[in-house]
Every structure is written in structure tokens, then in C-alpha cells.
């Protein structure tokens, strides 16, 4: 998964913290839900309730696109070439990630409990650890940064000495494929496909890196982005002033008006992860595979490192089982047709 722990076994260069060019789809996240960490129960069946969206939206207006990596920075094993020719229809997408606030306004209307709370734990990054020694499980076979830890859920970021008062604003995370899923039937909405989310990334600038272009920094060397600084895993500067997540709007928007489609935390998206998508994909409105193991994730997180993972990126590609969660992946959504 992104940024986190993931099924497969990371490859010795990313063991050693080299760039993760060559590394396994998803394994800058976390481990897969179970998978490292020791099993769970069952998650109960989602409920439903009255539709409610709060976040503002951009109306998009489609029309073609390239999709895919177009500077040479892909992970080989991402599968994010070759660079095709994709053609999309209007949208109406959020403008940031659905906050901490929205998730509790959908949980504490229909009762739902997430998978996280279902399972009785998260995978949580080694400095986020908020938790009694006693719930910490270990960590994660070959990405030994991220925990399991008992409690952790969307409620508790860090585990159960942690809370979200006044981080409302903030991306809600510990929210699996399933979880998002069922927030978007509540509120009449639905995850964007893959190339929705890259288009809308985007915002506009045709082959860029990024959602502001080619450079990581602003003229005067300020950071537009919430990624990790300093030496991965061990030591992060804050640099660009936040830990873990970030308020929605922080940083400034891109040409489109979307806030922070990359870096602070990743999104899942509707589509099955494929690494060879991309050479059968249809030229219209492409929505994934028809089915596979893990869902698309996409934009990098808060920690994402050059050294480590350079997912934080318009083309980057991630995945996970869409029963997994962690503290740095959320969701945004897109209006119905």
C-alpha cells in the first residue's frame, strides 16, 4: 500500500532505503489487512442512512488527456507507462479529501463501524504511535516502521491514547476501500476512477510531475507539499510544518481548485490495480480491470520520501486489499451522473 506495510515482501532496495523506482506496487504503504500484524474478526455489514456531503465541489469539464508517467520517474513495477491517450466525461469532484468532520457526521448518523474497529486494530507509522505498550502487535514483515496497533481506527489516528478534536479539518484516515465505499452510498457519491483522480490531479498541466509542475519547491524553497523530511524512517524534520496529516487546505490548490491530491495523505480510488492496465485500456472513460486482489490508491502521503518513496506524484500508482487500513490513506468522492 501506500506509504505502508503491504502483502508483498519489499525488495532489498527499499530495505536499504534506495530509491524505490524498482520497488513492488503499494509497498511505500501499509501492510495488507492481514497480513503481518495477526488476524481479526470479521467486520459487521455496512449501514445506511440519509445522504449528507459537505465538501465543497469543482465541476471539471473532461475532454482528453495523457495519462501515465511522461518524465521517466515511474516505478517499474507500478505500471504507470505507457503514456496514453484518455478521454473523459464532465465530472463534479471534492475539492480536498473528506475531512474527520464529514466521517463522523456519516458514522454517527448510520451507526457505521469501520473495518478498523470491526478488526480491533490499524497499521500505524512508528512516530504516530499513540497507544499503551500493551496494544502495540509489532511490526510489519519487511516495513518494520509501520505497527499494528489495537485500537487505532479513523477516532483514535495514533491508537487509543490519540483523538481527533481539532483536527477535524484533517483527512480522515484509517478508512479501508469498504469503509469509503459505504460513506459514498450514504451520500449518494462514489469514488473517482483512477484516471478521473489523475486528470483531476492534474489540474490541467498536461505531463507535469506534479500538480504545480516539474520543481518539488517554491521559488523561495517553501514546501508545497506535506511529505516526510529528513532520514526515513527514523527521524523526520517536519520541514514542511506538519508530522502526519495536514489540514485539507493547506498548501495552495491546483488549477483545477483540488487541494493536496498529492502528498498528506493517500486516496483510494474505484479500480481494481492492474500493472499492466495501461496497454488494454480503453481510450473512453477507462474504469479499471474487471476484477483483481487490491484497489487503486493514489497521490503519495505525509510519508512519502525521495529516498524511499517517490510516489507523491501526478502518474504514481498504489494499491492495497480493500479491506486494509492505515494512518495515511482517505478518500475524496465525485457526484453521481
Known amino acids: 500500500m501506500p506509504d505502508s506495510p503491504m502483502r508483498q515482501e519489499p525488495p532489498?532496495?527499499?530495505?536499504?532505503?534506495?530509491?524505490?523506482?524498482?520497488?513492488?506496487?503499494?509497498?511505500?504503504?501499509?501492510?495488507?489487512?492481514?497480513?503481518?500484524f495477526g488476524g481479526g474478526s470479521a467486520p459487521a455489514e455496512p449501514s445506511t442512512g440519509t445522504a449528507r456531503h459537505s465538501i465543497e465541489q469543482v465541476d471539471l469539464p473532461g475532454g482528453v488527456f495523457l495519462m501515465g508517467d511522461a518524465s521517466g520517474d515511474g516505478n517499474r513495477m507500478d505500471g504507470e507507462t505507457p503514456v496514453h491517450e484518455v478521454e473523459l466525461a464532465p465530472f463534479r469532484i471534492d475539492a480536498t479529501s473528506v475531512t474527520n468532520a464529514a466521517f463522523a457526521e456519516f458514522a454517527e448518523t448510520t451507526g457505521y463501524a469501520t473495518e478498523a474497529e470491526a478488526f480491533g486494530y490499524s497499521a500505524v507509522f512508528h512516530l504516530a504511535v499513540a497507544a499503551p505498550p500493551a496494544d502495540v502487535m509489532g511490526s510489519a514483515a519487511g516495513a518494520p516502521w509501520w505497527f499494528g496497533v489495537r485500537g487505532a481506527d479513523w477516532r483514535h489516528p495514533g491508537g487509543r491514547d490519540s483523538g481527533i478534536d481539532g483536527i477535524e479539518d484533517h483527512p480522515v484516515v484509517h478508512v479501508s476501500w469498504n469503509d469509503a465505499v459505504a460513506y459514498c452510498a450514504w451520500a449518494g457519491r462514489r469514488l473517482p476512477t483512477e484516471a478521473e483522480w489523475e486528470y483531476a490531479s492534474r489540474g490541467g498541466r498536461e505531463g507535469a510531475r506534479y500538480p504545480w509542475g516539474d520543481g518539488l519547491m517554491a521559488g523561495d524553497e517553501s514546501w508545497r507539499v506535506n511529505i516526510f523530511q529528513g532520514r526515513f524512517p527514523a527521524a523526520n524534520t517536519t520541514e514542511d510544518g506538519w508530522p502526519t496529516t495536514a489540514p485539507v487546505r493547506t498548501f495552495e490548490p491546483n488549477g483545477f481548485g483540488l487541494w493536496q491530491t498529492v502528498g498528506n495523505v493517500w486516496e483510494w480510488c474505484s479500480d481494481w490495480f492492474d500493472a499492466?492496465?495501461?496497454?488494454?485500456?480503453?481510450?473512453?472513460?477507462?474504469?479499471?480491470?474487471?476484477?483483481?486482489?487490491?484497489?487503486i490508491l493514489r497521490g503519495g502521503s505525509y510519508l512519502c520520501h525521495s529516498s524511499y518513496c517517490n510516489r507523491y506524484r501526478n502518474s504514481a500508482r498504489s494499491s492495497n486489499t480493500p479491506d486494509s487500513s492505515m494512518g495515511n490513506a482517505g478518500f475524496r468522492t465525485v457526484a453521481l451522473a
Open 12 to 36: 532489498e532496495a527499499e530495505r536499504s532505503n534506495a530509491p524505490d523506482n524498482h520497488s513492488a506496487p503499494g509497498s511505500c504503504c501499509a501492510p495488507a489487512r492481514g497480513s503481518g
Open 276 to 295: 499492466g492496465y495501461y496497454d488494454a485500456s480503453p481510450r473512453v472513460d477507462p474504469a479499471g480491470p474487471e476484477s483483481g486482489q487490491a484497489r
